[in-house]
Every structure is written in C-alpha cells, then in structure tokens.
C-alpha cells in the first residue's frame, strides 16, 4: 500500500471495476465516479448494449477469477450459467457446426447486468473503494503531468486531486479531447466501418430445448448474418441476431423470426419459432471497432492513463471486450508491482496493453475483412490468413483436435500461432478441404510458396 495515495477511476463498467479492484493494491483510496445510478440489477443508461447478448471469454472469466476468488461460483448461485466449451454449447463457423469435444474452457452465461453487479458489489466491498456519482469534466494539469479532474454532480462542478487517473468511460471516451486541451498529444486511431446492428429479445426457456445445451452460437456466414441464443438466470433465452454492413435485423415478430431462418444454421430459428417471446426486440447499432494507439505516442503525461474499449472497442461479434479488459486490468497489475503511480506507469501500462490487444485485434479485424463490403487494408498476409482460417473451420467440423484448439484460440486462452503447430498445421490442410483458394485470391502465390501466419505485424 503506497500511504495516502489516491487514484480515480472514471467509469463503473467492467473495465473501471476490474481497474478499481487492482488499483486497490496500491493506492490507499480508489474513487471510482460514474455518471448513471448504479444500483441492483438494472440497465445502466451508459451501457446501451446492455441488453444484448454478452459473451465473457474464458481467459477473461480465469482472471476475473483470480482477482475475485469465487466469482463463477457467485454467478452461477445468482442464476448464471456454467458449461463447458463445445460439450454444453454448441458452436457455428463457416455454417458448420464445430465438433463437439473437450476444450478445458468454462463458459458462464448471464445477462451484462447480472455480471456487472456481482463485480461492482465484489469491487465496492474492497476497502479503501468508494462510488461517487457525477460526470467527468476534464483533466486538471498540462502536457507533463495530470494532478485531477474536474467532476460534476449534484453540488456543482469539483476538482478531485489525484495521483492516478485511469480513464475507463468506454468506446465514447473523450481522452483525445481531454489531451488536446493540456497541449499533449492525442494518439492516432484505426477503424473498420462494419456497420453491425443488432436486435434482441428474451425467450420463455422449454425444457430439452437444443438437446440440453446451454447456447448455440452461429458466426456471421457469407451473407453477414448471424446470431446467438443463450440461456440466463430466470431460465430464459436471450437471443441476439446480428447483420452486418447495413443488413440489420427487424424489429417486430414476423421480420425477427425471418431473419433468424436466413443465417446458415436453423437451431435459432427453432428456438425463436417455438418459445413464448417475453419482451419486444430491441435494436442497437455499432458502427466500428476503434483502437487508439497510445502506445505509438513519443510522450505521455504522468497520472494518466486510458484502459478498456477507451483504449480499444471490439467488434462485439467476437465477444472480446470483456476477456481483453481483463488482460488489460492484469498487465496494469503487473506494472504496478515495479512501481506504483511513477512517471514511467503510463507509458509502461501502453506498451504491456499493446501486446494485449495485438493477437485480439489482429483476429477479429481479420474475420471484418474477410467481408468483402468492409473497408480496410488487405495485405497479402491478411488474404492468406483468411484462407487458411476458412481450412480452421472446415477442419474444426470434423477433427476434434482442430476444433479444441480453434476454440482455445478464440477464447484468448492460447495463441493465434497455436494454430500453426505442425500437428494442427497438417490436419488443417488434410482436413480442412474444399473450395482451395485461387493463386489470384492469394496475390499470386500458393501455400506452397509460402507458409501463412496468424500474426500480421502492427508496428
């Protein structure tokens, strides 16, 4: 414990929560100020894809676990539930399902609300944790250094002083904005225009619906469209379907069902056809994923740093921005144990998130570009990565072996260059058959001529 230091944390989201729970270690108090009510199990008005299916990857799920021991348990006596990757779920990629078998991954399914609160009440019982409710307003300091911020609640606008200030307000953050103003520079961003939208409804859950299995995810085929249909507390479907590049999912019951008979497997459109709806649809669009390369600035002001989708906003399909907020919340534990709140923290924290975000952002923005509508740079190496991941998915149908280490991979417990072990490697091509790409479709060159990598270089 660093006596009498204080840090805040703007935002009481997953990403503020995690980051509050391990600033705790180090600061003797931690203000974590958010702008909406934030009591019981409810909607936040901040968290506007509250309402749609929320996917918690198991790397993320293993370290939320590590900082609050029990917490799957908690989530589970609180409703939530708890299978097992590919044995309890079932999974869609390619329009084929992926083949059931044992992957060692735990997933736990409940609404974003239900996991919010049991991390905001876990959080707040830290000591040395307090809430305040108000609007951040701007950072107090200059290009060097930031001392406070400024925050607006309910007696006005005041200055909190703080020795760290950890910006975790979402993909809306206005970081830039706040840098700018001191005469610090704001970091760079990259984008992909997806244009994804999204609509939701709750289903009463039958018994023996999809052979017992806790969810079904269907990947976005060759149309765009996709969805998931999972099971939460209360003994509900919670169903989402997505569409990507403008190709929306209705709203009202007959264009809702339709839409969940076009995506490439039918086990959404049964349950939707066959269960008592509970609520209307609700529609949520996302426009593009954005990543903001703090970590390519040449100086950053101490007392300062930005973590969570304000650092990196995922396109939600991949069900990333949870399991990456808490590597994130890892490496700035790590960080801190060689020295908390110095000059070099921030700086240090970019460089450790970096690396992070690097293997997530390289595959999800890799499965946007195997859309031919979504605008951005296609490399030779991205064209021959997406070939050679069409082999994954088609061998995953089949070869157990393949599939248990896709869904590893997917869920950030290990490494896109798993993929590429030699084992794996040649399966994937033996097993993994079909349309083969053509020498134009990969710039000119076979698979002979060059191995593919799953790791496209990013500085």
């Known amino acids: 414990m660093t006596e009498g230091r204080h840090a805040v944390v703007l935002g009481a989201g997953i990403a503020g929560l995690l980051a509050a729970r391990v600033l705790s270690e180090h600061f003797a108090q931690v203000t974590i100020v958010e702008r909406d009510i934030v009591e019981g199990t409810g909607v936040r008005r901040g968290v506007p894809q509250a309402r749609h299916l929320h996917g918690l990857l198991d790397r993320g799920r293993t370290i939320i676990e590590q900082l609050y021991p029990g917490f799957t348990s908690e989530l589970a006596g609180r409703g939530a539930t708890t299978a097992e990757a590919l044995v309890g779920t079932r999974w869609y990629v390619g329009g084929l399902r992926v083949a059931p078998t044992s992957t060692g991954l735990t997933s736990v399914i409940a609404t974003r609300p239900l996991l919010e609160s049991v991390l905001r009440q876990r959080t707040l019982a830290t000591p040395g944790v307090r809430l305040c409710e108000g609007v951040a307003g701007g950072l107090i300091g200059d290009a060097d250094r930031v001392h406070g911020m400024t925050v607006s609640g309910a007696y006005g606008a005041q200055a909190h002083a703080a020795d760290l200030i950890v910006d975790a307000t979402g993909r809306g953050s206005r970081a830039p904005m706040w840098l700018t103003a001191l005469g610090a520079q704001a970091p760079a961003e990259e984008r992909l225009e997806v244009d994804l939208g999204y609509a939701s409804r709750m289903f009463r859950r039958i018994p023996g619906q999809l052979g017992g299995h806790s969810s079904v995810i269907i ?14 507390e209360g003994d509900r479907w919670h169903v989402t379907l997505a569409g990507m590049l403008g190709d929306h999912p209705p709203t009202d019951p007959e264009g809702f069902a339709a839409f969940a008979r076009s995506i490439s497997a039918p086990d959404i459109h049964d349950l939707v056809t066959a269960s008592e709806p509970l609520d209307d649809a609700v529609p949520h669009r996302f426009r593009a994923p954005v990543r903001r390369r703090f970590e390519r600035l040449a100086a950053v002001p101490a007392g300062f740093l930005v973590l969570g989708d304000a650092l990196c906003s995922f396109n939600p399909l991949y069900a990333q921005g949870m399991a990456v907020a808490a590597q994130q919340a890892l490496a700035l534990r790590d960080c801190l144990a060689g020295g908390a709140a110095t000059d070099e923290l921030p700086a240090r924290f970019y460089c450790a998130a970096g690396k992070v975000v690097d293997d997530a952002w390289q595959l999800a923005a890799g499965a946007d570009l195997s859309h031919p509508g979504v605008l951005g740079p296609r490399t030779l190496r991205t064209r021959l990565t997406n070939a050679y991941v069409a082999r994954v998915h088609r061998a995953a149908h089949v070869d157990p072996l393949v599939a248990r280490t896709f869904l590893r991979v997917a869920n950030l ?47």
């Open 219 to 232: 990947s976005t085929g060759a149309n765009g469209r996709g969805g998931g249909a999972v099971r939460v």
């Open 413 to 459: 417990v290990e490494a896109p260059t798993a993929l590429l072990h030699p084992r794996t490697a040649r399966r994937i091509m033996l097993r993994g058959n079909g349309k083969a790409a053509t020498v134009a479709e990969l710039g000119g060159q076979t698979f002979a001529d060059r191995t593919p990598t799953l790791i496209e270089p990013t500085r």
